[in-house]
Structures are given as C-alpha cells and as structure tokens.
C-alpha cells in the first residue's frame, strides 16, 4: 500500500502546476484525498481536499480560487492543478488518503518539492 506525489518543480510566479498523487495497493476512489504542504520552518497545513463521492472539495483560503482538485479513477490518481502560484506556495507537498471525514489520514505520500520563485 502506497502513495506517490509528484510533478513538482521550480516555476515562476504566475505560473501553473499540476501534482499527481498515484496510489499502489488500494483504490483512491474510496478515499477522501487530501493535499498538505509544509514549508520551511512552519507547520504543515491543510491545503484542498475532495470527498470520495467528490461530492465536496474544499480549499484553504489561501487555494481559494487557485487550486483544484480532481480524479481520474482510471489511473488510480488524485490531482491538484494549483494555477497563478505565488513564492508564499513554495512548500513540500504531500497527499493524504483517509477512508472518511469522521477517520483520520491513514496513508501519506512522500512529498513533492514546489518552488516558486522569479
């Protein structure tokens, strides 16, 4: 049972960038999916999340407007296309699978680096 996150990369402000978040061992389309990133010296944060059913997604104030998440069931994969990015989204950023919002993440990808910065 695995996560991967991946597609991150240094890019200027302004512009966009798609993470992809793979699973191995289990199907993603039974899990809530969410995305955190962790920045240098700060804790790590919630930053978009989408339901199983994708009934919902929310987003951080700071992904508001953004960040959008989508699936591809097919693919076993979780996507988060973060658009006109900003130095301050420069982070780690990891994906997360839990089977409800009433159950905590149980599985957790490795992290991919995003920098953005002119």
Do not use: H
């Not at 199983?52 to 953004?66: H, L, P």
């Not at 989508?70 to 296309?81: H, I, M």
């Amino acid at each position: 049972v695995q996560l991967q996150a991946s597609g991150g990369g240094l890019v200027r402000p302004g512009s966009s960038l798609r993470l992809s978040c793979t699973a191995s061992g289990f199907a993603l389309e039974y899990f809530d999916i969410g995305w955190f990133r962790q920045a240098p010296g700060k804790e790590r944060e919630a930053v978009s999340c989408i339901s199983s059913s994708e009934s919902s997604t929310s987003n951080t104030d700071s992904a508001k407007g953004r960040f959008a998440m989508s699936r591809d069931n097919a693919k076993n994969t979780v996507y988060l296309q973060m658009d006109t990015l900003k130095p301050e989204d420069t982070a780690v950023y990891y994906c997360a699978a839990r089977r409800s919002e009433m159950t905590k993440y149980e599985y957790w990808g490795q992290g991919t680096q995003v920098t953005v910065s002119s």
